[in-house]
């Protein structure tokens, strides 16, 4: 499933936000060295959510809008499918009942024509 894999990039994207929004809330009670080191370890856990932000987008964009419009294209496709097939069921079947008619009276002519104009 499509969507699901972009929902479950989405939830670590998010994941990863509220761990780095700790980390920072974390370096704040620490020491300067120890906090300049998790400063810097969050700001590439960052980098690395902007990616999967940068991800969830081009996927959604390139792949799952194209996905929904092929759907709604194959539905339309399927209905207008339908269509033909029903008229093409009536068209045969007018053409068995004319040819009933023909062959029960070949002679008859107004019935002949009546069979053939529409009612």
């Known amino acids: 499933n499509v969507a699901g894999i ?19 809330t974390f ?39 194209p996905f929904t419009a092929y759907g709604a294209n194959c539905k339309k496709g399927k209905e207008d499918l339908k269509d033909r097939k029903a008229a093409r069921e009536k068209e045969i079947g007018k053409q068995k009942v004319l ?8 002679t008859d002519r107004t019935k002949i024509v009546s069979s053939i104009l529409p009612t």
Do not use: W
């Open 6 to 24: 972009v929902r479950q990039t989405a939830k670590l994207r998010d994941t990863g936000d509220a761990f780095v929004r700790d980390m920072r």
């Open 27 to 65: 370096a704040d009670g620490e020491l300067q060295t120890v906090r300049d080191s998790v400063l810097a370890y969050c700001e590439c856990l960052a980098a690395v959510e902007d990616h999967r932000q940068a991800q969830v987008a081009r996927f959604e964009a390139r792949v799952l809008h």
């Open 99 to 106: 040819d009933r008619i023909r062959i029960s009276n070949p």
